[in-house]
């Protein structure tokens, strides 16, 4: 696992498309995959500039989401598909069916979760995920837990999730308990990662990343069996790094 550090937010969200647009010029129907959350949207932006400007052809890219709210209608306005709708795809020439998101509306578990997987599968598998981390350390919606599920799954959001994500909610209350992510499996699983961490609430738990061991109490530490994995962090949230 290797990190490197930016001197700003901006400065990485640059480093985070360049990146990306690399991998879409050397492979122009490149596999993406997306995450949700305020960390990635400057790289989002950057994109959609660079896209504006002429500089990189969406047309043949696939997406995959890690993650979304289940027993929200994709059209709720703080479902991920509205999100990344909003933010991401209607700004982007990428056609509609070949953007995926998980379904947590109007399926059953098992489908849900079965169908996902093949379509990763299908697409031939994601060339370069994007992640987030929780303060707790998750990636996706894979909580803090004793025993990590490999696959696609159902997940019960813990409190600190539920807290941290009800800043989009008019209350705590109104954040759904449960989400469809991806496994620690289907993620690794990815050719490259590429973790963003901005701000200094990501400081401590980017210490512990890089103090402690693997553990499925810290899901993130599975990065550091990626053979490429890379974590782009501002000077914010690698103040207590070493
Ligand atoms: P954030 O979320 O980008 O909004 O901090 C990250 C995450 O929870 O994975």
Redesign the pocket.
């Given at each position: 696992m290797q990190i490197q550090v930016t001197n700003t937010p901006d400065e990485l969200a640059i480093l985070a498309a360049d990146r990306i647009e690399e991998l879409v010029r050397h492979k122009p129907d490149c596999v993406l995959g997306f995450?949700?959350?305020?960390?990635?949207?400057a790289t989002y932006q950057e994109l959609i500039r660079r896209y504006r400007a002429g500089r990189i052809d969406f047309s043949k890219v696939r997406t995959f989401n890690l993650d979304e709210y289940w027993g929200l209608p994709p059209s709720h306005p703080q479902s991920y598909h509205s999100f990344m709708q909003e933010h991401v795809f209607q700004h982007l020439n990428i056609p509609a069916d070949q953007v995926h998101l998980p379904q947590g509306h109007g399926i059953d578990e098992e489908t849900a979760c079965r169908d996902y997987e093949q379509e990763i599968r299908r697409a031939g598998g994601i060339d370069l995920q994007v992640?987030?981390?929780?303060?707790n350390g998750?990636?996706?919606f894979n909580e803090p837990a004793k025993e990590l599920r490999l696959d696609t799954h159902l997940v019960t959001l813990t409190q600190a999730?539920v807290l941290?994500?009800s800043r989009f909610f008019n209350s705590p209350s109104d954040v759904p308990r449960r989400a469809i992510t991806m496994g620690v499996r289907t993620i690794l699983s990815s050719r490259r990662l590429l973790l963003?961490?901005?701000?200094p609430?990501?400081a401590a738990i980017l210490q512990q990343l890089f103090q402690r061991g693997i553990s499925t109490e810290l899901p993130a530490s599975l990065l550091h069996l990626h053979p490429d994995a890379t974590i782009l962090a501002d000077q914010d949230a690698a103040a207590l790094l070493a």
């Amino acid at each position: 696992m290797q990190i490197q550090v930016t001197n700003t937010p901006d400065e990485l969200a640059i480093l985070a498309a360049d990146r990306i647009e690399e991998l879409v010029r050397h492979k122009p129907d490149c596999v993406l995959g997306f995450a949700t959350g305020s960390t990635p949207l400057a790289t989002y932006q950057e994109l959609i500039r660079r896209y504006r400007a002429g500089r990189i052809d969406f047309s043949k890219v696939r997406t995959f989401n890690l993650d979304e709210y289940w027993g929200l209608p994709p059209s709720h306005p703080q479902s991920y598909h509205s999100f990344m709708q909003e933010h991401v795809f209607q700004h982007l020439n990428i056609p509609a069916d070949q953007v995926h998101l998980p379904q947590g509306h109007g399926i059953d578990e098992e489908t849900a979760c079965r169908d996902y997987e093949q379509e990763i599968r299908r697409a031939g598998g994601i060339d370069l995920q994007v992640l987030g981390i929780g303060t707790n350390g998750h990636i996706g919606f894979n909580e803090p837990a004793k025993e990590l599920r490999l696959d696609t799954h159902l997940v019960t959001l813990t409190q600190a999730t539920v807290l941290a994500n009800s800043r989009f909610f008019n209350s705590p209350s109104d954040v759904p308990r449960r989400a469809i992510t991806m496994g620690v499996r289907t993620i690794l699983s990815s050719r490259r990662l590429l973790l963003l961490a901005t701000g200094p609430q990501k400081a401590a738990i980017l210490q512990q990343l890089f103090q402690r061991g693997i553990s499925t109490e810290l899901p993130a530490s599975l990065l550091h069996l990626h053979p490429d994995a890379t974590i782009l962090a501002d000077q914010d949230a690698a103040a207590l790094l070493a």
